[in-house]
């Protein structure tokens, strides 16, 4: 009797564990959306299908979601947070964000769908733009390199107090895993020693320096 108690908790434990996952992941899908997912190209409706969360350590899900117009100001300022505390930490990146003078440039991000918000649960943890072809600050930084079918990574932010939980880390790992065989390329400034090595360890090969900028990319 005694074995069969013991039998009979443990397969209570092992379903309500069950319940807790299924639950935590379904929560996670449902602030995405589901299925599948357009990346939308500025010359052609190609169609890719995605999966639109993470799964993190500690049973943690964090969702991914096209950005919309009614988000902006929400990433507004979080991008503008993360810029400060850049700019209290003596590195001289997002300056001319901070400043605002980026303020158009990510609304039209947003509303082209070239934006993705990350949540947890219903709180914004981190963004992330991933562009088709490149933009003028593309050609200017990549020059004779620049790739025209690239994919090209800009504004990944997550709050300051989470840097260190391996949001950023997670959101790569999505790019690759619903990007597999593109180029994805990307800048930043040399200054930011951490976030060079972030790239580095994430297995980007360099392209150079231009105008204060390490230039990487990645086959994914």
Not at 19 to 47: C, F, M, P, Y
Not at 189 to 203: D, I, P, S, T
Request: hydrophobic share 40%.
């Amino acid at each position: 009797m005694e074995i069969l108690m013991i039998i009979f908790g443990t397969t209570i434990s092992f379903v309500i564990l069950f319940l807790v996952i299924r639950s935590a992941v379904t929560e996670g899908i449902n602030r995405s959306v589901l299925g599948k997912g357009l990346i939308q190209d500025n010359t052609a409706d190609t169609q890719k299908a995605q999966q639109h969360f993470s799964m993190m350590r500690g049973g943690r899900v964090i969702t991914y979601q096209k950005a919309t117009e009614a988000s902006y100001n929400e990433i507004l300022s979080l991008l503008k947070h993360c810029a400060g505390i850049l700019k209290s930490e003596g590195i001289p990146q997002w300056s001319y964000l901070l400043s605002g003078g980026e303020d158009a440039e990510i609304r039209k991000d947003i509303l082209a769908g070239n934006t993705y918000a990350v949540y947890e649960k219903d709180e914004l943890i981190g963004t992330f733009t991933l562009r088709r072809g490149p933009d003028s600050w593309d050609e200017h930084i990549w020059k004779e390199r620049i790739d025209q079918d690239g994919l090209y990574l800009h504004r990944l932010a997550v709050y300051p107090q989470i840097r260190k939980e391996g949001i950023g880390s997670a959101c790569l790992s999505w790019i690759e895993e619903n990007f597999e065989g593109e180029v994805l390329m990307l800048d930043c400034v040399e200054a930011n020693g951490e976030l060079n090595r972030f790239y580095q360890k994430r297995g980007f090969e360099s392209a150079g320096t231009f105008d204060g900028h390490n230039r990487y990319w990645k086959r994914l």
